[in-house]
């Protein structure tokens, strides 16, 4: 558990560093974002996916990345709110650092494994 929660951070880093090119402070936001985005997850996600199936089902389930995207956006502006600092990042940019994410996150999964 503690692997995967290195692993989500380290994942945070190189989104923070090289896609949106945040570079203030950036491992302790990983970590806080790590764990809002651990709460987020386990709290709200599974409640928007029940709410959001039929659109999901007609959308033959690319809708879940679109949601993710936005709980990645929620998880970030809670951040933003309790570091009290502020970047200016459009829904794309949060799209393709969400894409970027889980592609990292994954990749350093399978290479631990």
Do not use: K
Not at 3 to 9: P, S
Not at 28 to 40: D, P
Not at 44 to 59: G, H, K, M, W
Not at 90 to 112: A, E, K, P, R
Request: charged letters at 5%; proline letters at 2%; hydrophobic letters at 70%.
């Amino acid at each position: 558990m503690l692997t995967r929660f290195l692993i989500h951070i380290v994942a945070l880093l190189f989104v923070f560093y090289f896609i949106w090119h945040i570079h203030s402070s950036i491992l302790g936001a990983a970590v806080v974002m790590a764990v809002i985005l651990a709460l987020v997850n386990a709290i709200i996600r599974p409640v928007l996916l029940i709410l959001t199936l039929p659109v999901t089902i007609l959308t033959l389930g690319l809708f879940v990345i679109v949601l993710n995207a936005l709980l990645f956006a929620l998880s970030f502006a809670v951040l933003q709110g309790i570091m009290n600092v502020h970047f200016d990042l459009t829904f794309l940019q949060i799209l393709i650092g969400y894409v970027i994410y889980v592609i990292v996150s994954t990749v350093l999964s399978h290479l631990i494994r």
